[in-house]
């Protein structure tokens, strides 16, 4: 075998190998999944004294506060809406049962439908939970909600649940990285919400704050 023909058979079978691994490669890359809340807190309303950074929200349950946010719905073309934050609980209450101190004072979602009139047509409560691989944070907060044909604007709070004749006085849930996405089934919204509670969802940013 010649120099010449075993250099032009090295690099053929190079040229070869590089490109047959570009499908692959591109086959594990995910695509960006949007999310029509904004990366930062900087544009949330307040409502009381919460302690807000661009990263976090803390909610003091010693307070009667929340942060929320108006969005034009109009752009989210899909049926289903999924909302979820990380979110983390921090309670010294020593008073109550742990049952008592599991079931109150607790992160949850809280979200308006409005309409073109200013009328809510529908209430979205979110109060679920997922473990989260995410070091800061121990559980997702989040809801899966149809999507009103009506809506025009959706608004979204950040809150801490409460209970009649139990105190939050004591615990205060902090949030983090919150999103709300599309989907076209409840199902595809839950392997969403749990791709992003493992990390493992690519988010791009759209900007439809009202």
Known sequence: MTNAFRLSLTGTLIFTLFFSLIPAVSAHQTSATTTFLPSSFSSWSTFGSPSVSSERVVIEGS?????YIDLDASLIDESYLAIA???DKNDSRTSYTSSQRNSSGNPYIYAYEIDSNGKIVKYLSGTTLMSTTRSDSDHVAYG??????????????????SVSGISNSGVNVEFARPILIEASSSTRAKDLVTAYANQNVNLS??????
């Open 85 to 87: 934050a990380y979110v």
């Open 63 to 67: 307070q009667r506060e929340w942060v």
């Open 144 to 161: 899966i909600f149809g999507r009103d044909a009506s809506m025009k604007t959706i608004r979204v709070f950040l809150k801490q649940t």
């Open 205 to 210: 940013y759209r900007n439809v704050v009202k």
